[in-house]
C-alpha cells in the first residue's frame, strides 16, 4: 500500500466519481490536464468501472486521502506509461485551492517517486508544468527534477499562449 502517516494513495473507486466530476469539469483545472470539454458523469464511471492496470491502461491515476479525513484531496497520475524505454509522466492535482501549499503534494511524491523506481521500475519521470506556476516548478526541483525544455507558447491559458516547461527526473540509483 502507499501510505505514510499523513496520506495513502489507493485506487481509485466508484465512490469517487462525485469528486472526479466536480474536479474534472473545474475550468481552472482545465490548462494543466489540457481538457477541453467537460466530462459527464457516465464517462467517469465508465473510466472508473473499466481500469485494470498500470501496465495494460499506461496510466495510473491514484486518489490522494487524507489519512485523518474522509474527503479526499485530489488525484496523482501517472501517464504516458512506456515500459519498454521505462518512462512516465507525472501529475498531481490538490483540487481545493484551500489545501494547496499545505504539503501536500510533497508528501504525494514522497511515495510516488520510490513506487516508480523501485516497483515500476522506471528510469525516469517528467512532468509538464506551466512556466508561471513557479511553486510547482520549486516542488518538482526539489525532488530532484530538473528543467530540459522550455516549450514555448505551448499552452492557451485564458485566451493567452503561456510558455511550459519540461522537467525530468532521472532514476539516479541505476
Known sequence: MLENDKITLRGIEIKD?????????????????????????????HYVQNVTDVYSDKQLRLVIQPRDGERPLGTVDLFDCDFKNRKAGIGILIAEKADRNQGWASEVLDLILPYCFQVLNLHQVYCNILESNQESIRLFEKYGFEKVALKKDWVIVDGEFQNEWLLQKINENE
Open 17 to 45: 466519481v462525485d469528486f472526479l466530476y466536480k474536479w474534472e469539469n473545474d475550468r481552472d483545472n482545465w490548462s494543466i490536464s489540457h481538457t477541453i470539454s467537460p466530462y459527464s458523469r457516465q464517462v467517469l464511471m
